[in-house]
């Protein structure tokens, strides 16, 4: 098993924890209005980050939590994801291009919030409705070569594997 575990970038709770409050201090800024919309990317995975950022930043929306919406990500060996809608798997990319069209509006701005995935893949799809500037990505840990977010902590040759996570996967 430590062999397997030497495959990984382990990430316990106390590093987790700092790496967010990391991505919340580079997240905060005057682009911020109380318009925003937070995005959970991959809720299985990013709530807690998710949950943290909206808590810590409601002080730019006069103390209140900004609104939040999730948007499931597949799973890195997969491609499809499980749309909770219409309680069956779909295509990613048809699950994101619905999901764009039923959550996205031209009158908002969003903040797209992972803690390890590649978010360039969703860039695409917004800009049938927004202008790069109405959005940004952040993410903690990124995979070395992918494409950066606005906002992320650490580049990683490994994936990460969280403390919390299953290791008997």
Avoid at 117 to 143: G, M, Q, T
Wanted: net charge negative; charged share 25%; glycine share 2%.
């Amino acid at each position: 098993m430590m062999e397997k575990m030497s495959e990984y970038l382990l990430v316990s709770y106390i590093k987790e924890l700092e790496d967010s409050k990391i991505l919340i201090d580079k997240v905060k800024g005057d682009w911020i209005s109380n318009a925003l919309v937070i995005v959970n990317c991959f809720p299985e995975y990013s709530s807690r980050l998710t949950q943290l950022l909206n808590h810590k930043l409601s002080y730019l929306n006069n103390n209140e939590l900004f609104e939040q919406i999730d948007l499931v990500m597949p799973y890195p060996n997969m491609t499809q994801v499980w749309d909770p809608c219409d309680r069956r798997y779909q295509g990613f990319y048809n699950y994101l291009s619905d999901w764009v069209r039923k959550n996205v509006f031209s009158t908002g701005s969003y903040l797209f919030v992972s803690s390890r995935e590649n978010l360039s893949v969703i860039k695409p799809f917004l800009r049938v409705k927004l202008e790069s500037v109405d959005y940004k990505l952040a993410s903690c840990y990124i995979k070395q070569g992918d494409p950066e977010p606005d906002f992320w902590v650490e580049k990683y040759n490994k994936p990460p594997l969280f403390e919390w996570e299953n290791t008997n996967k």
